[in-house]
């Protein structure tokens, strides 16, 4: 698993990003929880839209998946997730498709314990 650990929460998510986000698109973080709570209800289809077009190697597509949870896991703050899924683009991009697969492990293991940490920190702000 990718080492890096950001300050924050069992370092899966750096809260202080999510604080950074709460202040720049409103001040009581309802907003940055409802677009945490999107984060989680779209997970299984993120991760099947990977693990689905990497089965097909359907390399244009891959590709745009990973993109997606790589860009939305930056945004939250989740650090180690978003390394996992550029790593998998960058397999992807070079054509290694079995260190893609490896990364996808990986990712499947970390996204529920991150949306985990996600979920307590939004619970408190709706």
Do not use: C, H
């Amino acid at each position: 698993m990718i080492a890096y650990l950001p300050m924050g929460t069992d370092g899966l998510v750096d809260t202080s990003v999510l604080e950074k986000l709460s202040r720049e698109i409103d001040v009581t973080g309802t907003q940055t929880a409802k677009f945490v709570q999107r984060f989680i209800t779209l997970w299984p289809t993120r991760r099947d839209a990977i693990r689905t077009t990497m089965a097909g190697r359907d390399r244009q597509r891959a590709i745009e998946a990973a993109l997606s949870l790589k860009t939305t896991a930056e945004m939250l703050g989740a650090m180690p997730l978003y390394e996992l899924s550029q790593s998998i683009e960058q397999s992807i991009r070079a054509g290694d498709w079995d260190g893609a697969q490896q990364r996808m492990d990986e990712v499947e293991e970390l996204g529920p314990r991150t949306n985990a940490v996600l979920a307590d920190w939004a619970g408190g702000r709706l």
